[in-house]
């Protein structure tokens, strides 16, 4: 930090010019004219939207293909261009930047539904400090700002030419990269790490939950075999409720995501609601809580269980479900190894083949409950359970570590990018 106050006594002491991106390059348009079958088996590269979307710095080696015919007038990337997703279901979304900061050896289209924009003089920018400057917060405000819609978003181009950035000088812009380059580097191996760890536990839970070949015998190999409908009480969320009954009153409900993005469900996390009609179904501590529908087969009945107490009246989002073990058979299954089970492929192929849906997905209940599961002896159900919380343990820690890495990284970031305008 003491490196850029000095940079910026030497280089700008009476501060930075700011301009109009209308007066420094000009936009283009992605890919024009295609149909489906341009996309089968193409003879050139193209750059996706969720490229585009997901990474500050474009990923040259993702390949796409389209056809392009010979003398075929469609706009060609180049290095140093800010690629921008051009519409969005929000207007946060809009404008996410990507900018090509790696030399180019071959020629590289955009997607039709990006667009790009390029400097007049690309030597007045080090690409890699767009990168940083264009994911902004105050940058990304002025884009917000430029989407218009309803249901969904597109952003004005007219309007985006009106965005105004600084132009610090070269060894300035050099040493703000140097610095958030190395935030970046440590998120990127910490990233690494978690995927590689999401790997090894999904490995030992698949080789772990593997029963196929244990239907009999005895001793500790000894597997039954039970549908869900065997074991558990089936139960919606809530019902005849309007819309307005979340997030005030005092009592409590578990809501969609909580169960959608945890294993274990965050009680932390609870929201307030309003339940006038108390004759709810009620949540326990070890319910095992789904989700109803989504978008994809793949993302229907997944799974969270309540393993931490949770406060008396405490109800269920009305987008899930809950099985609850049937009374008879709390002393031969734990919930926490169900759940486990119930995200192992094994699992997933079974709860596919209940779904039913075009655009739109939903579990056919009946078919769901004669889901057939493995009900080892407990005490292995326990072992398993232990074995793969130690994984789930570390890589909470993981994610822990990588999101104090990046508000570390945006902190320096907004700092680092906020310079004096020269008058």
């Known amino acids: 930090m003491n490196t850029i106050k000095q940079l910026i006594d030497k280089y700008c002491p009476d501060g ?35 490229n585009v979307y997901s990474n500050p710095s474009t990923k040259l080696d993702v390949i796409e293909k389209v056809k392009i015919g010979q003398g075929e007038k469609q706009n060609k990337i180049e290095k140093g261009d800010i690629l921008f997703t051009g519409s969005s279901e929000t207007p946060d979304e809009c404008g996410m930047s990507s900018v090509v900061t790696d030399d180019i050896t071959s020629d590289y289209y955009l997607n039709s539904f990006c667009f790009g924009f390029r400097l007049n003089n690309k030597d007045t920018f080090e690409p890699n400090f767009l990168k940083h400057l264009f ?23 007219k309007l985006f030419a009106r965005i105004i950035i600084p132009i610090p000088p070269l060894p300035v812009q050099r040493e703000i990269v140097r610095i958030l380059d190395s935030f970046t580097s440590l998120e990127a191996e910490l990233e690494a790490e978690l995927e590689a760890r999401r790997k090894q536990y999904e490995y030992y839970r698949d080789q772990l939950l593997s029963f196929k070949h244990l239907s ?57 609601a309003t339940v006038s009609n108390m004759k709810q179904n009620i949540l326990r501590k070890y319910d095992v809580l789904l989700t109803c529908a989504s978008e994809t087969p793949d993302e229907c009945a ?88 130690s994984f789930t343990s570390l890589e909470a820690e993981l994610e822990a570590e990588l999101e104090a890495r990046r508000k570390q990284y945006e902190y320096y970031r907004d700092q680092l990018l906020s310079f004096k305008r020269k008058s």
Not at 137 to 155: D, H, L, P, S
């Open 16 to 50: 930075v010019e700011y301009k109009k991106l209308g007066e420094i390059g000009f936009f283009y348009s992605g890919l024009s004219g295609k149909s489906k079958d341009d996309f089968k088996d193409g003879n050139a590269m193209f750059i996706t939207y969720m």
């Open 216 to 272: 009999g015998g005895g001793g500790k190999s000894k597997v039954e075999w039970m549908t869900l409908g065997e074991i558990f009480n089936y139960f919606s969320g809530m019902t005849g409720v309007s819309g307005k009954w979340k997030d005030t009153g005092n009592c409590k409900f578990i809501d969609y995501l909580n169960v959608y993005n945890n294993m274990r469900v965050d009680v932390s996390a609870l929201r307030n």
């Open 302 to 389: 997944l799974s969270s269980v309540i393993r931490d107490d949770i406060a008396d009246n405490t109800f269920l989002d009305d987008h899930l479900f809950a099985l609850r073990v049937k009374q008879e058979y709390k002393d031969i299954l734990n919930t926490a190894y169900f759940n486990y089970y119930f995200h192992s492929i094994e699992a997933r192929r079974s709860v596919n083949k209940t779904v039913r849906g075009v655009t739109r997905f939903y579990i056919s209940y009946p078919s769901f409950m004669r889901i057939e599961i493995p009900v080892p002896p407990l005490p292995v159900q326990r072992e398993i359970v232990r074995i793969l919380d």
């Open 135 to 157: 994911r902004d917060r105050k940058m990304r405000a002025q884009i917000a700002r430029t989407a218009n819609g309803v249901t969904r978003y597109n952003v004005s181009k």
